[in-house]
């Protein structure tokens, strides 16, 4: 049974960093590209960051490209995504996801899904 659990969100003031861990168990997970995504009530779930199977590859979205960055440890099968200078329009529930090919954007083609972590800023 594959299961991927994120954690590492909280409430933070605008300007500060948290750092998001997904664990991914049930697969390999290095045969996986793997990707953070997150929605704010209300709103549909949109894409912020992706990463190849290698980690070579990373593509962002504009509103959080220079604040965030993703990276992976495939030894511990675990996927990260790092928060900066956090704004208040950041607040949203944050999923990870995994899938098979490399995506440069969107939410489609990933297999599977976690349950969310909530990130809160203040302003």
């Known amino acids: 049974q594959v299961q991927l659990v994120e954690s590492g969100g909280g409430l933070v003031q605008a300007g500060g960093s948290l750092r998001l861990s997904c664990a991914v168990s049930g697969r390999t997970f290095s045969y996986y590209a793997g990707g953070w995504f997150r929605q704010a009530p209300g709103k549909e779930r949109e894409f912020v960051a992706t990463?190849?199977?290698?980690?070579?590859?990373?593509s962002y979205a504009d509103s959080v490209k220079g604040r965030f960055t993703i990276s992976r440890d495939n030894v511990k099968s675990t996927m990260y995504l790092q928060i900066n200078s956090l704004k208040p329009e950041d607040t949203a529930a944050y999923y990870c996801?995994?899938?098979?090919?490399?995506?440069?954007?969107?939410?489609?083609?990933?297999?599977?899904w976690g349950q969310g972590t909530q990130v809160t800023v203040s302003s």
């Open positions: 990463i190849s199977w290698s980690g070579g590859r990373t």
């Open positions: 996801a995994i899938g098979k090919s490399f995506q440069v954007a969107g939410t489609g083609g990933y297999d599977y």
